[in-house]
Structures are given as C-alpha cells and as structure tokens.
C-alpha cells in the first residue's frame, strides 16, 4: 500500500485539496477544525492507518503577563486542561514589557493562523488602550477571549471576576469585626481592576456609613514591593484593616508591617486578592478574595470554541463571583 | 514605490528565494534564523521602509511539567528574558499526563520548525526513558537543550543544578546543628533527580560516620500532598531533621508535623529544594536548597544560540551549583 493514491483518494472523497490533507496528516496549522474533523473522519473510514502525527485540531496562545505572580500560572494551567479536552494544544506566552510584548504574540498567532488566542490581563487592562488589536484578530477568524481587567462595554468575549463584589465582601468581612478605618492598597489607577476595586470598595464603605479619606487609599504596584512600600501612608492614616489588590501585594504589606514591628492581624488586619494554592501556606496563611478559577477556565474554554465569527461572537464581560477564603490575617479591631 | 519589484531585488541581491524574503516579512516560521538575517540586513542596505512585522528570528518552546509548581514559571519567566535578548519568540508548553503531552510539543515544534526547543524536567528524568526524541530533533536541525534531572552521560546540551551537592550542604548544615537522625523525603526513585538527591545525602551522612537506615528514607510525591502523606515515616524512625526533594514538599511535611501537633523547627527541622521567591513568605520561611536560575537561564539561552548542528552540539550536563538560603524550619536538634 503506497501513501500517494490514498491521499489523493481521501482528497477526493472529503471534498478538501490535496494539501490540505496533507496538511492534517502533518498536524499543520491552517486548517479549520471542522475541515480537520472532516479529514481525520474520511481516512478512518478508508482505513488510513499510517500514525497521524498529532490529533490535536489547532494551538491556542494563552497571552499572559509575567509568570512571577502565581495567579497568571494558576490560570494559564487550567485553561490548558479545559483546551486539551478539546484537542486543542496550547502555548503560554508572558508578555513583558521587558522582554516581547503582547502585540508581538498576538502578530505572530495571526500570521500562524492559531485555533485561537485568550489574553490574560493584557494592555486593555489599561482603560486608555481599547480592545482594536483583539478585534482585528478577531475580523481574521480567530477567536479570542479576555480574561480579567476588562470593563462592561467589551467589544471581545471576555471573562472576569468580579472585582468590586469581591471588594464589597471583604470591606463587609472587616467591618463584622469591628473595623471602621477600612484602607485599600490598589495598583495604578489606569488600570480596570483598580477602579473596580475602589468602586466596591466605596460602595460598602458607603452602604455602611464610614468615611472615606484620601489617606486611606495607597496607590502602589502589583508586587511584593509595592504592597511592602505602599502599606506605610496606611499605617499614618490608622487604618487598622486593608483590602489589598493582589496577594503579593498583601503579603509585601505584612512584610512592611513586620519591619515597623506591628502584627498582623493585631496591629492591621490585611485581606489579599486571588485566593491561589500559596495562601495557605503563608505566614500567617492569608484571607484573600479568591478567584474561581476553575469554573472561569471553563468558561474561557466554551468561549473561545463556539466563536464562530466576529459578527456573532459572544462579547461583553462574563462577570464570576469570588469567594472569601478566611485565613489568619484578619481579625478583631485593635481596642 | 510598490513592493513587488522591491522583493524581486532584494531575492536576487540576499542569494534567497521570492518565498523566503515573503516569510521574512511576515515573520512567519521556516526560514533559519542566518538567512533571516541576512534578508533583514539585505532590506536595510536597500532602504526598504515597510513595516517588518516582527523583529523577531524565531520562535522557542520551553516545554515545562504543570505550572502550578512555581520552580517551572519561574524556570520558565527567566529563560525567556534571555532569550528575548536574543531576538526569540518563547512560547511555554505545560506539558502534563492528564492534558497534552511532552512529545505532541516536540512534534509540533519539530514541524513548525522552532528555533528551538528547551525540556524542563521532561519525561527524560525517569531515567529508563532515554534521549531519543531529543536527539532526533537535533538531527533534524532544531537546538535543544534540556534542563535538570539529566544525569551524565546525556547526549543533549543540558543544565542541570548539582543535586546531589545540595543533598551535602543541607546534610552538613543539619549536622552543624547537632542533628544526627537526618532523614531524606524523595520523589519517586525512577526519576534520576531522586537518585542524586540520595546520592548526596548518603555520601554526606557517610562522610559524618552518621548511620542511614531505610526507615530514614521516605519515598513519596514531588507535591504538598506527597509531603504532608510521606512525612509520618520519618516521625515514626524519630528523625529530627528532613531534606525534601521540593519546596512544596516540604510545605506538606510542615503541614503534616502540625496536624500531629509537632513544631517545626522545635520538633523536626526542615530543608526544602528549589528556593524560588515563594520561601520567604512561608510559615515558617524555609531554609531551601536554592537552584541558581538566572546563571542557569544565561547558559540555557547560550547553548541554545551555540548550537550549530548534532554533531557539534555541547553536549552533556553543565552543572550549577546550589545555594542554601537559611530560613526559620532549621534549628538546633531537640534536647
């Protein structure tokens, strides 16, 4: 049994030229799934039995910033998984602003033709950039999905936690214990995620009939550094409980308490954002607003299969609810 | 001035074909990675202004074990800095059992033709798997380099940190500590980084005239879990210090000594390996044997831009040596 005659006998039979059946057999980027579908359906049927070098219909590109933050990772993995189930192969790609930047990537899984590409906390995430790179990919026939960071108007399929809910929550879980001078350490005010969290944060402070002072929000970066830095303008302003971006973030304010000697939860009581598999191994394990991952993977995933065109696309923000998960860095208000 | 007679002078002038210029321009993959060179430096001396698309020469997969141990992203968030240095598209492949596999990687970037491919902890750290499939990449013109639990008779360029000098530091700094009932918590023994782990610490303990019994070694999963399940041996053989395979085994014994109401380092002091950033922010911060993974990543990034063919490749292991970052999980033996 020589290949050639069968190759042109499966061409003919599924309808498709003979290089596209090629390129399926070589597991070749550029065919659509259903055209691949097709193809792998009629050498079956043919009794094609040379080893088809990958089922996989397509590569999917995860866009995400850097890997450092444990919550890019933990959200990278599980969509991976959600893909496979798919047959989808998928590429992690941290964009940095150091290194290759996410416009790179997203120039590069439009010219591979890619199954499809989800950005993770992307440049939208700044309110000021707007989502034309993403619809341009998407006018190409690729889908995309956003994930985080991403307010309602979103002409893109887009997933998100939804960050002021879960900043209401934690100013609520606060307050049942005593607190009234509730602070916020936030990221950079340009971005989306920022201005939800002070927006729910308000409203609960607002809802409870606290006050809000311009010293009890500390504007400082996403990382252990900006939470260690940031948390000073807080402890001058006698907050005793705060509400913070990001973990690292909550874990660079404990750290910023230490070095005063001040403790946590005594002195200041300290509530993260994610909610990944670290928190609870840290010291002391951390109450965050928790992100449902899994279910927002799940999510990503359905997303960006059933796109079938940019027209029809499912776009606006598919909002999820966070959890609280209490640890041991909140407690009672100092007296 | 239109394109097309551009393209024609600058095939005839670069020595390449029509084809070869096009894939150039639109960064596609195929073309290696002198002769898109040379394109770039030919459409330069010609005066050609149109928008390269990417300035990139190539794409690199890091093939890596599931994310959600953060010695891989942080293994990972390295190379690709270096690599960006040197013009690289990186792309990071979470290669697991349950999802896509390490060699559906290897055959798409075998196919798309990748500049390169970097293994970390790939199915080559069971020792009973072999080099093949890395070595047939090479052959087919695609640099690979293989990252840790190579052992060293490896026909591949590989970087590796030195385990088993690890083992040794963290054996002598338990015995420093008056310990003498030192045990080990090791992943499973087909994997060659358990091997030299066992290496290091018998050869150690040996040196020290210190005896070691079966009942010292514990054989258990490279996770939490696996720690916090594989700890109850080594309390039962009352050992007062254990060095584990992992940090986040080693979170898991800490976990599983306090569910039995025993203190760390009050009651069994505690080595972890890997050493990311995680360490300083548990509880207690881990005293961890420390991969070197800048130096390591540099050298990564070297032997990948070095490797001419097969033939010339530097092959074998290049081994780094280890760090111990002394935490809070080491102290004094109990009385």
Same mark, same amino acid.
């Not at 006998?9 to 309808?15: I, L, N």
């Not at 995309?144 to 209401?168: F, H, K, Q, R, T």
């Not at 230490?258 to 939860?265: G, H, I, Q, Y």
């Given at each position: 049994?020589?290949?050639?005659?069968?190759?042109? %006998?499966?061409?003919?039979?599924?309808?498709?030229?003979?290089?596209?059946?090629?390129?399926?057999?070589?597991?070749?980027?550029?065919?659509?799934?259903?055209? @691949?579908?097709?193809?792998?359906?009629?050498?079956?049927?043919?009794?094609?039995?040379?080893?088809?070098?990958?089922?996989?219909?397509?590569?999917?590109?995860?866009?995400?910033?850097?890997?450092?933050?444990?919550?890019?990772?933990?959200?990278?993995?599980?969509?991976? =998984?959600?893909?496979?189930?798919?047959?989808?192969?998928?590429?992690?790609?941290?964009?940095?602003?150091?290194?290759?930047?996410?416009?790179?990537?997203?120039?590069?899984?439009?010219?591979?033709?890619? =199954? /499809?590409?989800?950005?993770?906390?992307?440049?939208? =995430?700044?309110?000021?950039?707007?989502?034309?790179?993403?619809?341009?990919?998407?006018?190409?026939?690729?889908?995309?999905?956003?994930?985080?960071?991403?307010?309602?108007?979103?002409?893109?399929? =887009?997933?998100?936690?939804?960050?002021?809910?879960?900043?209401?929550?934690?100013?609520?879980?606060?307050?049942?214990?005593?607190?009234?001078?509730?602070?916020?350490?936030? /990221?950079?005010?340009?971005?989306?995620?920022?201005?939800?969290?002070?927006? /729910?944060? %308000?409203?609960?402070?607002?809802?409870?009939?606290?006050?809000?002072?311009?010293?009890?929000?500390?504007?400082?970066?996403?990382?252990?550094?900006?939470?260690?830095?940031?948390?000073?303008?807080?402890?001058?302003?006698?907050?005793? /409980?705060?509400?913070?971006?990001?973990?690292?973030?909550?874990?660079?304010?404990?750290?910023?308490?230490?070095?005063?000697?001040?403790?946590?939860?005594?002195?200041?009581?300290?509530?993260?954002?994610?909610? #990944?598999?670290?928190?609870?191994?840290?010291?002391?394990?951390? #109450?965050?607003?928790?992100?449902?991952?899994?279910?927002?993977?799940?999510?990503?995933?359905?997303?960006? @299969?059933?796109?079938?065109?940019?027209?029809?696309?499912?776009?606006?923000?598919?909002?999820?609810?966070?959890?609280?998960?209490?640890?041991?860095?909140?407690? @009672?208000?100092?007296?």
């Amino acid at each position: 049994m020589t290949l050639r005659p069968k190759l042109h %006998e499966v061409s003919r039979v599924a309808g498709v030229s003979l290089a596209t059946v090629s390129r399926v057999l070589n597991a070749k980027p550029g065919v659509a799934s259903e055209t @691949r579908q097709k193809v792998l359906a009629t050498l079956a049927d043919l009794g094609y039995r040379e080893p088809v070098q990958s089922a996989r219909t397509g590569v999917v590109a995860i866009v995400t910033p850097e890997l450092d933050n444990p919550i890019f990772p933990a959200l990278a993995q599980t969509i991976e =998984a959600r893909l496979a189930r798919y047959g989808l192969l998928t590429m992690v790609c941290p964009a940095t602003s150091d290194t290759v930047g996410e416009q790179e990537y997203l120039d590069h899984f439009a010219e591979t033709r890619a =199954a /499809g590409v989800v950005v993770v906390n992307g440049r939208y =995430a700044a309110f000021d950039i707007g989502f034309d790179s993403y619809v341009q990919l998407m006018r190409r026939s690729i889908p995309v999905v956003l994930v985080n960071a991403v307010a309602g108007e979103c002409p893109v399929p =887009a997933v998100a936690v939804d960050i002021a809910s879960g900043g209401e929550m934690a100013v609520h879980h606060l307050a049942n214990m005593g607190h009234t001078r509730i602070g916020v350490l936030v /990221g950079p005010r340009r971005y989306t995620s920022t201005l939800q969290l002070l927006e /729910g944060y %308000e409203t609960a402070m607002a809802g409870l009939g606290l006050a809000v002072d311009d010293d009890q929000v500390s504007e400082t970066l996403f990382t252990v550094e900006g939470g260690r830095a940031g948390v000073a303008k807080l402890i001058e302003a006698g907050v005793t /409980g705060v509400i913070c971006g990001g973990d690292l973030m909550a874990l660079g304010a404990i750290e910023g308490l230490r070095a005063r000697r001040l403790d946590t939860p005594a002195d200041m009581s300290v509530v993260g954002f994610d909610g #990944t598999d670290l928190i609870s191994h840290t010291d002391p394990p951390l #109450t965050s607003i928790r992100q449902p991952v899994d279910r927002m993977a799940a999510s990503v995933a359905w997303l960006l @299969r059933n796109q079938d065109s940019a027209e029809t696309a499912a776009t606006g923000v598919h909002l999820f609810q966070p959890d609280l998960v209490i640890g041991r860095t909140t407690g @009672r208000v100092p007296v």
